[in-house]
């Protein structure tokens, strides 16, 4: 049985399960991330698949007005943020796709106790805020939604850091 400890101990297998060593925290923070991930992904693949045209009908919808001037305002700035998607549809998916890729990538990482996960989903969290001011720079609610991006990924990242002491390299 000795022999059989020392092999484990040599391959880096500890007596702890990966479940005990990760922790219900770590694994609150993952599931957490891979929702957040998934449904973007989804939804990013969805809006792909229907095409420009969606869009198109979004746009004449949004552009007829309701005359309350608060809405039309909102309105506004809505038909500005899908005019700017639609001048760079396939660019504009295509590099969201490969940011929820990459987030799921760093979180199936951190679940496996990687700490190489942990820095792939800073560049995640980084690579989401430049997507959003590259291709939506000039709508005008899109600082507001940086700062709320910014501060939910800040968040997010200190509490993975946390449990960098349960990962390993």
């Known amino acids: ?10 391959f880096g297998a500890d007596t702890q ?7 219900s925290f770590l694994l ?16 990013t693949l969805s809006t792909y698949l229907m095409g420009e ?3 198109a009908s979004q746009i004449d919808l949004l552009n007829e007005g309701t005359g309350i001037s608060f809405l039309d305002n909102v309105m506004s700035e809505a038909t500005l943020q899908l005019e700017l998607i639609l001048e760079s ?15 799921t990538f760093s979180v199936y990482l951190m679940f496996k106790l990687k700490k190489n996960g942990f820095y792939l989903y800073i560049l995640y969290c980084v690579l989401g805020l ?9 709508v005008n609610t899109n600082g507001m939604t940086m700062i709320t991006n910014g501060l939910i990924s800040v968040i997010f990242i200190i509490m993975y850091a946390v449990n960098l002491k349960r990962m390993n390299d």
């Open 1 to 10: 049985m000795e022999n059989m400890n020392s092999i484990n101990n040599e």
């Open 17 to 23: 399960s990966m479940k005990e060593r990760r922790g």
């Open 28 to 43: 609150v923070l993952v599931i957490l991330s891979w929702v957040t991930t998934g449904f973007g992904l989804f939804g």
């Open 53 to 55: 045209s969606a869009y």
């Open 89 to 103: 549809f396939q660019a504009y998916h295509i590099s969201n796709v490969i940011m929820f890729l990459l987030g």
């Open 130 to 138: 430049f997507i959003q001011n590259y291709f939506l720079g000039e």
